[in-house]
């Protein structure tokens, strides 16, 4: 049984995959990492399901990585980070390249991760009113695994408007980034991912698996070295001390050093 997120399918083939950690505003944990990884195997491989639709509950769709599973791979050894950072990775690229369409419902706030988060989706809506940010830099940490989605997603020179500030942006900011296709009031956020999802249930399953698959090809590489490369940057970001500065400021409710 899943303890951080929610399966749920309808009768067309619909499946809502849902970022249950409300009260940690869905922060990828190790154990969700994990649990998405599996979520995106298993319905990619089913038959039965035509799209997903990534949501999140509570007032959050994703606030990031969970701090606290940071702080546990700055005192770890180093197989240890190297570990956990893979499965980030993988987790991303399971998302990634699931062949089933993938629709981002984003009712609010998206930050680090959840940003990455957004980035793997096919096509993600937002609602009015969430902001965005890429914040890693504020704790000492880089947009590492997530990078190569998220210069996919918004190309270099929109990415590095936002990838390096870690200052926050509104839904219209991300839609001119890239990042989100449109935006919706929250009262018919749903309304606009159904118009998102509908097309894809007249469509052969397998074409739109192969068309998917194709734009991949064709599109920025992602590949082994890619991901490896992230990899590498997040764990020496995990062993800096400005990321032990960072992380400790947070939960010590301060400000770190370099912050004028």
């Known amino acids: ?71 546990d791979q700055m005192a770890a050894d180093g197989a240890t980070r190297a570990r956990e950072a893979t499965k980030l990775a993988m987790m991303l ?3 990634n390249t699931c062949p089933k369409p993938v629709i981002g419902r984003i009712h ?11 980035a793997v989706c096919d096509v993600a809506v937002g609602a009015t009113g969430a902001r965005f940010g890429l ?25 590095r408007r936002v990838f390096m ?13 890239g990042l989100l296709a449109r935006t919706a009031d929250p009262a018919d956020l749903d ?8 097309p894809y249930l007249a469509c052969a399953p397998g074409a739109v698996a192969e068309a998917k698959a194709l734009a ?18 997040l764990v020496r970001r995990w062993e800096s001390d400005e990321a032990r500065e960072g992380i400790a400021a947070f939960f010590e409710k301060r400000s770190p050093g370099w912050k004028s």
């Open 135 to 159: 914040t890693e830099t504020r704790l000492g940490l880089i947009p590492a695994t997530i990078g190569p989605y998220v210069l996919a997603r918004m190309g270099e020179a929109m990415a």
């Open 165 to 177: 500030s870690a200052r926050l942006f509104g839904a219209a900011e991300a839609v001119t980034l």
């Open 191 to 198: 309304a606009a991912v159904e118009a998102e999802v509908a």
């Open 108 to 118: 609010a706030n998206a930050f680090g991760g959840g940003v990455g988060m957004m």
């Open 1 to 71: 049984m899943s303890e951080t997120i929610t399966i749920d399918c309808d009768a067309r083939g619909v499946a809502r995959l849902t970022l249950n950690r409300p009260e940690k505003h869905n922060a990828l944990s190790a154990r969700m990492i994990e649990e998405l990884t599996g979520a995106a195997g298993r319905l990619g491989r089913d038959p039965a399901v035509r799209a997903i639709v990534l949501a999140g509950a509570g007032e959050s769709f994703c606030a990031g990585g969970d701090l606290g599973w940071m702080r």
């Open 216 to 233: 991949r090809r064709l599109g920025p590489p992602i590949d082994e070295a890619t991901i490896a490369e992230t990899i590498g940057a």
């Open 93 to 95: 690229q399971a998302l």
